[in-house]
């Protein structure tokens, strides 16, 4: 395992449809973070596990958007009823422990047209 | 709140020759911590430097070494002997806090781009 991993890459979608992106962090890191970035922007937070439990989440994070992590390995995040504002490139990162840095994916970048 | 700020949009750097990028920061955390990440236009964030607030010394990483001063609040990264391979998106970052959450907070970024 040489990194964190994000499934799909790019992916394109219609207004109003659910889509899914899949996160693999470093095998032995049990802290996962999701961010999203958008165009000319720093990536800003939008939620963090801490093995499988959910401990923070942004304001961000709208009704519409869930994150799972149900094995402590492996994470979700889902946005349903999509719209073009959610179009950004979305994170994925995973820390070993406090006090150290985080280890980002290539990220998904999401289009909503 | 905490708040990162990065006044420099784009910068251009001759190859081999030095550069500043810089970061001011805003937080009343006692303990924080200071990163530096490089975006190339693949997109990934690539960890570069991190700087306790505790720390004394300057940190360094190769050829990069992050010049902070706690009084003014900034955390300039520098980049000694430029390559190519540099020009990209350089994001200043924050942890908030004692590190509970690892939470970063991030700057707007610079673009540098390094000239041949």
């Known amino acids: 395992d040489t990194g964190v991993s994000q499934d799909p890459r790019h992916k394109i979608t219609k207004r109003g449809q659910n889509v899914t992106f899949r996160c693999d962090p470093i095998?032995?890191?049990?802290?996962l973070y999701w961010y999203r970035q958008t165009l000319g922007q720093g990536p800003e937070f939008l939620t963090y596990?801490?093995?499988?439990?959910?401990?923070?989440k942004s304001r961000l994070l709208s009704d519409r958007f869930s994150a799972e992590r149900p094995k402590g390995s492996f994470s979700t995040l889902e946005i349903q009823r999509t719209e073009q504002g959610d179009s950004a490139m979305y994170l994925c990162?995973?820390?070993?422990?406090?006090?150290?840095?985080?280890?980002f994916g290539q990220g998904t970048r999401l289009t909503v047209v | 709140a905490q708040k990162i700020t990065q006044t420099q949009p784009g910068m251009f750097v001759q190859e081999k020759e030095a550069v500043t990028l810089d970061c001011t920061y805003d937080?009343?955390?006692?303990?924080?911590?200071l990163f530096w990440y490089k975006q190339p236009s693949s997109g990934e964030m690539i960890f570069l430097i991190y700087?306790?607030?505790?720390?004394?010394q300057n940190a360094t990483e190769g050829r990069y070494s992050l010049n902070f001063q706690k009084a003014r609040k900034s955390a300039n990264l520098v980049i000694s002997a430029s390559q190519l391979g540099d020009s990209a998106m350089y994001f200043c970052?924050?942890?908030?806090?004692?590190?509970?959450?690892?939470?970063?907070?991030f700057g707007t970024g610079t673009l540098l781009a390094v000239q041949p």
């Open positions: 990162a995973s820390s070993l422990q406090r006090n150290t840095e985080a280890f």
């Open positions: 095998s032995e890191h049990n802290r």
């Open positions: 596990f801490q093995n499988e439990a959910q401990l923070e």
């Open positions: 937080t009343s955390d006692q303990s924080y911590g």
């Open positions: 700087q306790g607030s505790y720390d004394e």
């Open positions: 970052a924050m942890r908030e806090g004692n590190g509970a959450t690892n939470k970063l907070i």
